[in-house]
C-alpha cells in the first residue's frame, strides 16, 4: 500500500509522534498551521473519515479528546480548531483519514471554519431540506 500515513505509522517515513496505542497514531504536522498542530489517525488504513465504521469514528474522536484535552493543559492553551478534510473535493490531501487539532492562540489573526467556506444566505427551502435528511436515517 503505497501511503504516506502508513507508512509514518510502521515507521518507514520518521515523525515526530505525540502519542501512539493499539488503535492511533498522532503526531506534529510537519507543515504545521500553528504551533502543536497535531494529526491523529487510525493505525488501519481507511481513505476517508465516511468510510469509517461507525464504531472505529467513535474510538477515534474519544482519543481525539483525549489529546486534544492533554495539548490544552500542556501548552496552556485557550482552544483550538478540531476538524477533517473529508474528501479531496474538501481539500482531503493524503487519502488516509486524519483528524487536525490546530492549537489557536490571542491575537493569531487566523479565522474560524467560516473562513475555510464561507457563510452564505440559505438557497432553497431550509425547512424541506432538513425534513428531507431526518427521512433519510428512518
Ligand atoms: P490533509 O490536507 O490531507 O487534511 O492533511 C494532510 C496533512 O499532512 C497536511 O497538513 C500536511 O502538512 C501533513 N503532512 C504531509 N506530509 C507529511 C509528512 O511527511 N509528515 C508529517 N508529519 N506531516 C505531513
Ligand atoms: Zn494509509
Not at 503505497?2 to 496505542?21: A, M, N, R, T
Amino acid at each position: 500500500m503505497d501511503c504516506l500515513f502508513c507508512k509514518i505509522v510502521v515507521g518507514d517515513i520518521p515523525s515526530h509522534k505525540v502519542y501512539e496505542d493499539d488503535f492511533v497514531y498522532a503526531f506534529l504536522d510537519i507543515y504545521p498551521s500553528s504551533e502543536g498542530h497535531t494529526i491523529v489517525l487510525p493505525k488501519k488504513h481507511i481513505a476517508k473519515f465516511t468510510d469509517m465504521k461507525k464504531k472505529d469514528a467513535a474510538s477515534l474522536f474519544f482519543i481525539v479528546n483525549k489529546i486534544a484535552r492533554n495539548l490544552e493543559k500542556t501548552m496552556g492553551l485557550e482552544g483550538m480548531n478540531i476538524g477533517i478534510n473529508n474528501g479531496e473535493i474538501a481539500g482531503q490531501t493524503v487519502a488516509h483519514v486524519h483528524v487536525h487539532i490546530i492549537p489557536r492562540r490571542a491575537g493569531d489573526g487566523e479565522g474560524n471554519m467560516h473562513t475555510i467556506v464561507e457563510l452564505h444566505p440559505p438557497t432553497g427551502n431550509l425547512a424541506e431540506l432538513a425534513e428531507t435528511i431526518r427521512r433519510s436515517f428512518e
